[in-house]
């Protein structure tokens, strides 16, 4: 890695502009995932701690999923009762003049819960199912065989369908992530090639004092790395941050599924984007190259 430390300081123009943007696009993947995060708690963090891991959600059939249109019929709510399973009930009201749902637990629940963007209070079944505009669904054991006509059984991460703003929010927050995974690979992949073949010269004269082909990739290769380390780090570093300042008025979720994830991963884009600039220095051929030079 001398030469590719030593090409970086004598291009600390080149050199800065790629790891600027580098600190860019792992900014906003970073935040990104942190927003898709914080958004998702805000969604569905109170029906992921209430329904657990290994239960289904059984909403009434109405071409939606939400847990806001399920209504069962009695003959439904005595079927789900029959196969084991509970009724889980929904209402919206006001708190303090805060809008606030409803949920129906028979077990303490932690505080600061969130279903559709609203903070979420849990009550016995009785006392929520006698609030105005209630909706009921179903909770059942995951593999519980349940005569479906007229319901919809949710299991996995289906089940966070029952939010309404939960999809929606999710989808296209991580389309715009894996888009930006691929824009990084292709900008890393052209950025390289490009200053690849600006040093060519340099690598053929390398080549022809005798360094091998696996010398010469690892130069390459190192040079990308410590370019991308230092572009990832900063963005990380930037997105903990910005987190810290903001995090009181946009919700926002900081862990290593939101920062160390996304780095590893456009760690692995930028190496593979930047593995394209690889093709001139395997292709080499030393005399001939500095007869041309």
Do not use: C
Not at 85 to 112: F, K, Q
Not at 130 to 149: E, I, K, Q, R
Not at 240 to 256: C, H, K, T, V
């Amino acid at each position: 890695m001398f030469q590719g430390i030593r090409e970086l300081r004598a291009a600390r123009g080149r050199a800065a502009l790629i790891i600027a943007t580098i600190t860019l696009i792992t900014v906003l993947v970073t935040f990104l995932s942190s927003l898709a995060a914080g958004l998702s708690y805000q969604s569905v963090s109170a029906l992921q701690e209430r329904l657990g891991e290994d239960t289904s959600l059984v909403v009434e059939d109405t071409g939606t999923t939400t847990l806001a249109s399920s209504r069962l019929t009695d003959e439904q709510t005595q079927q789900i009762r029959d196969a084991g399973g509970e009724i889980l009930y929904m209402a919206r009201t006001r708190i303090n003049e805060r809008p606030t749902v409803v949920l129906s637990s028979s077990t303490p629940m932690p505080d600061d819960l969130y279903f559709d963007h609203q903070p979420v209070r849990f009550e016995s079944a009785a006392d929520v199912s006698a609030l105005p505009g209630a909706t009921s669904a179903g909770v059942l054991p995951t593999g519980t065989d349940v005569n479906t006509d007229g319901l919809t059984v949710l299991e996995g991460k289906d089940r966070w369908n029952a939010s309404s703003s939960y999809a929606g929010e999710q989808m296209s927050l991580n389309l715009m992530i894996n888009l930006l995974y691929v824009i990084s690979a292709l900008v890393l992949g052209a950025f390289f090639t490009v200053w690849t073949l600006q040093r060519l010269r340099g690598v053929v004269i390398s080549a022809a004092l005798g360094a091998s082909r696996r010398v010469l990739i690892s130069d390459a290769m190192g040079q990308a790395f410590l370019v991308l380390l230092t572009g990832i780090g900063a963005g990380v570093l930037l997105t903990w941050g910005a987190s810290m300042l903001i995090s009181g008025s946009i919700p926002i979720e900081i862990s290593a599924a939101t920062l160390a994830l996304p780095a590893v991963i456009l760690g692995a884009a930028g190496l593979a984007g930047s593995a394209v600039s690889l093709k001139p220095v395997l292709g080499v051929e030393p005399r001939a190259a500095l007869a041309n030079a």
